[in-house]
Structure formats: C-alpha cells, structure tokens
C-alpha cells in the first residue's frame, strides 16, 4: 500500500480517538493550576500523533486523562464511539485492555522484585488471554518481537539496560494487544545511540501491529520522524495542529517555528537559523492573560495580552492559534 493511499483509507475512516475541549484544573495551596485548557485533537486507526511541548506545557496531563490516570475536570475522549471521561469506575475496567501506555522512565515503571516474565504476563493473566505453555509461549513471542530473547523472563529489571528494560515495558503495553497506545516520552530517558534503536523499534512495530499511538515528546525531531500529525502544547493550551508534513513545511505558530529551530537537521549543507526564547515558560498558578505564549513571543503585540486566541483553520487540516497568524505567514 502507497503512502497516498494509506492516508486516504485512514481519512475515510471514523477517527479512533476524539479528544473535545478537554480540561485539567489542578486545586493547591497555593491556588488552582489550569494544567490543560481546551485542548481537541483526533487520533486516527494505524496513525501517530505526536504531542510535543517544553516541561510543562502539560503534555503528560493530556495523556493520563486520557486514560483516566488522572481524572479530568472536563471535556470528553471518545473512544471508539464511548466518552471515556463518562464511564464510571466499573465499566471502565472494560476498556484498561484496550487503552495502554508506555512509560517515561524505564527504571521506576517496572517492579524490581519481579522477573521479566511475571511482568509481561501479568496483564495476560489479568484479562484471561492465555495460560501454561500458551502464556509462556506468549511471553517468549513479546521478548523477540522487541528484540529480546526468552531466556530474558527469568531475569530481573536490573539486570538490563536502560534501553532493554524500555523495551521491556514496549513488550508488556503490547501483551494484551490494545488498540491505542499512549507513549510518555518514552526515549527521553535514553542516551541519545539507544533513543534511536527504541524509535526504530516503535516505528517497526507500528507499521507491522497497525499500531495507533499518541506519542508524547518535547523533542519536534523525534516527533517528525514517528508521527501523522502533530499537537503543539505551551502551557496547557494548542498553539498549532495539524499533518506532520503540513507542520513542518510551513509552520504558522512562532512557537512551532522556535522548536522547529531547535531541531537537529541531517543534512549538514542545509543551515537554519535558530531562535532563542526569552526566560523560563510561565507558572500555570499566574498565567499571562490573553496569549499564554505572549511573554515569550518575538512578534508580540499590545493585542495579545487580552485576546485569546482561537484555534484557525489554515487549510489541508491545520489549524493554529495566533492572533498575527496571517500577517505572520512565511516569516521565520
């Protein structure tokens, strides 16, 4: 199957995932945090979509509501045609099969005390898929589809590397054969030789499983080189979406073109020109008014401390939030 003819079968399509208006309002001593205001994006069957932002800009947040780690304080996540966000304590059970998540830190994600095989077979014994020689059959089938041996479940998380134990946890996300995948910077955790083994693996395993994923990353090279589609974060708020190829030819937000900036290019003839933010992203305890991204922005006006702006439609599925977006538009 053609690239062309893949995005037009996964655009005919019912998306698998529609994330609408979702919010997370975090109470403190210090007053409430507003982690994730009016984000929406939609993830369809066998794509990627990759969320990216600095610390902070409440990526993880959108990723846990997703799966009810952590509970929201509004908005919906369809999943498969059911609000994942209405469903009460039992019923969601139903869905923790279908909805997994690869963790950020191989380290602390995976129990010490246990073998690799009591690990990975864990949920298989969960949800009833398989036991005796089939599990461990299973089991053994996981470790070399992520490029381990079977001889490797007797073993204990540490005596693995970081990369193998990620692995390890790909393997585990991957028993129970769910049907989306919320990766939280999986690779970040990495030393940069391993960070690409993992991605290749990912990349790998998407196009043979028809994987649908949301991967969260800070790092836009690693987002342009996994994903379908793309959600730019800053403070818990979208700054632009859109197709991957669309988002990178020609980006719209000035936050998108000062982490495209910053991005690695393979080619080393090909030289572009990087852009330094000021300061530090805010608190989101006393955000700037109007535009979040204002007090950072290099083309701010008088205008954007008190209109908010709202996401646009700027042709072919991109959208971008930005009051000067027009006036804007081809500038770096």
């Given at each position: 199957m053609t690239a062309a003819s893949t995005t037009e079968t996964l655009g005919s399509e019912a998306p698998l995932l529609s994330v609408?208006?979702?919010?997370?309002?975090?109470?403190?001593?210090?007053?409430?945090?507003?982690?994730?205001?009016d984000v929406s994006f939609e993830v369809r069957r066998g794509s990627i979509v990759g969320i990216v932002g600095e610390s902070g800009s409440g990526k993880t947040t959108v990723g846990r509501c997703i799966l009810r780690l952590v509970e929201?304080?509004?908005?919906?996540?369809?999943f498969d045609g059911v609000d994942l966000f209405g469903l009460p304590e039992k019923a969601l059970r139903a869905y923790r099969r279908r909805l997994q998540i690869i963790f950020q830190d191989p380290y602390s994600s995976l129990n010490p005390r246990m073998r690799v095989g009591e690990i990975i077979g864990e949920a298989i014994d969960t949800h009833g898929l398989a036991k005796g020689k089939a599990r461990e059959a299973r089991i053994a089938?996981?470790?070399?589809?992520?490029?381990l041996n079977a001889e490797?479940?007797?073993r204990y998380p540490h005596e693995f590397s970081g990369g193998q134990r990620q692995r390890i946890g790909i393997a585990r996300a991957l028993?129970?054969?769910p049907e989306l995948i919320i990766a939280d910077e999986p690779v970040s955790a990495l030393d940069v030789s391993v960070q690409a083994q993992v991605l290749n693996?990912?990349?790998e395993l998407q196009r043979e499983l028809g994987l649908t994923m949301v991967f969260i990353s800070h790092d836009l090279s690693v987002v342009e080189y996994l994903c379908d589609d793309?959600?730019?974060?800053?403070?818990?708020?979208?700054m632009e979406k859109g197709p991957a190829q669309e988002v990178y030819a020609n980006p719209?937000?000035?936050?998108?073109?000062?982490?495209?900036?910053?991005?690695?290019?393979?080619d080393p003839s090909v030289k572009r020109e990087r852009v330094i933010l000021k300061g530090d992203i805010p608190s989101p305890l006393n955000p700037p008014s109007g535009c979040v991204f204002r007090t950072r922005c290099p083309h701010v006006i008088d205008a954007c401390a008190s209109a908010i702006p709202t996401i646009e439609d700027v042709g072919s599925g991109h959208s971008v939030a930005c009051i000067r977006q027009k006036e804007l538009a081809g500038t770096a």
């Open positions: 609408r208006n979702l919010q997370k309002v975090f109470s403190t001593r210090g007053g409430e945090v507003r982690a994730v205001s929201p304080s509004g908005g919906e996540a369809v089938e996981l470790l070399g589809r992520v490029g490797h479940a007797r028993a129970v054969e693996l990912i990349q793309i959600v730019v974060l800053y403070l818990g708020r979208i719209r937000h000035p936050y998108t073109k000062v982490l495209l900036s910053a991005a690695p290019v393979p």
